[in-house]
């Protein structure tokens, strides 16, 4: 089991920068992804930006914007961060965060990112 809790959420002015974090606990050894999604009012849950080993991989829309990154240094907690900037209306979303493990995919609660002048 992998336990994730998202933080760093808000509301933002068009133009700002947010730092989402996510930590993972539990029986993190065995992550092998760990990606952001999110999902706005009325739509489908989208991939954001997801990050293997070495290998990061972005949605055409935050290309360029944001930056998926992970800290999994310590043995009890994995942290994944997604560094956002040049934020936009249409970035205002619940974000969560997403840990695969094998055949099992965990996620976390959610964080709401607004983008709002």
């Known amino acids: 089991q992998v336990q994730l809790v998202e933080s760093g959420g808000g509301l933002v002015q068009p133009g700002g920068s947010l730092r989402l974090s996510c930590a993972a606990s539990g029986s993190i050894f065995g992550i092998n992804t760990v990606g952001w999604y999110r999902q706005a009012p009325g739509k489908q849950r989208e991939l954001v930006a997801t990050l293997t080993r070495y290998i990061a991989n972005y949605a055409d829309s935050v290309k360029g914007r944001f930056a998926i990154s992970k800290d999994n240094a310590n043995n009890t907690v994995y942290l994944v961060y997604l560094q956002m900037i040049g934020l936009k209306p249409e970035d205002t979303a619940v974000y969560y965060c997403?840990?695969?493990?094998?055949?099992?995919?965990?996620w976390g609660q959610g964080t709401q990112v607004t983008v709002s002048s």
């Open positions: 997403n840990a695969v493990m094998g055949s099992f995919t965990y």
